[in-house]
């Protein structure tokens, strides 16, 4: 894994080995949904303060190296709240409204804190990438420094739980339902109005060759594709192949959001669109960026724009939930334990 060898070289060390600070969380760096994971054995290197430079961007903090028979790893162990700053500077534009950019810290801090309480033993929390949310390392703008400590603390809760606090980038119309995408219910993660206006993915195309298909989906020779069924909020949610082979034509189902995973979830925004088919081409049509589910950065900005608190953003996109600060809910735990 040669990328992962020239971490190595990369490194900036200085041999301090304090442990980590209590309110820290573990990051692994990580290129995208489609890059390697570590396994479930894995061997430590070391554990180190330093600087590590991937894909041209720095992290640093306190640093673990691990390997394992996919390569080496490393995890970044820093402050919630410097990780939150980081997470902020690379979800959201520049110059946002501050009202949006509240929303987008709290929701950050609460997806943090979720996947950290289930993953405690682990070796990591979360990854850097879009499998959970973009990291990319250390804040600089001042402005965002301030609307987190505006925030520091506040964590979005259901049930005196921190919620599983889904965004997307926009999307049109309404906000899509966990169960259309990962099988999952939360009562606070309802359809809502997205309130997206005038965003660069309001509408797009994209063409894809049907040999792409094939080779994305890993079928045999594709010579259609059709859309089979919608999700309630209008979405694509299956999709029907007719695939060429020795034995004849045969069809089978595909779910839309395993087609945009397997294509890229870049190349293909969203699951909102429609189909034409031109030659040995197919040409989609759509809406929007993003699962759908939760909150939508560019509706919140909107409706920052719009002179609402984010407060107000975050009810209208999680109905139901409450925002607490980590003490409280970190209290009532201890004393649930005693």
Known sequence: MKKALLILILLTVFFVRTGPAEDTIRVLMHEGPSATLPSGEVESIDQLTGKVLINNQAYTGELSIIKDKNGLFVINTLPLEEYVEGVVASETGKDWEMEALKAQAVISRTYAQYFRT???????HLTSSVLHQLYKGKNTDPFITYVVKETEGEILTFGNLPAKAFFHATCEGKTELPEEVWQERYPYLTSVDCNSKNTPYSNWQRKFSLDEVSTALGTGHIQDISIASYTATGRVSTLRVLIESTAGETSKGVRATDLRRLLGYKRLPSTKFSLERKGRSIIFAGQGFGHGVG???????????????????LAHFYP???????????SKELASKK
Not at 118 to 124: A, F, G, S, V
Not at 297 to 306: D, H, I, P, R, Y
Not at 320 to 330: P, S
């Open 118 to 124: 289930r993953n405690l033993k682990k070796d990591y």
């Open 320 to 330: 139901g939930t409450t925002i607490k600060h980590r003490d409280e809910l970190l």
């Open 295 to 313: 909150l939508s950065q560019w509706g919140a900005l909107e409706m920052a724009t719009e002179g609402k608190s984010y407060r107000e953003i």
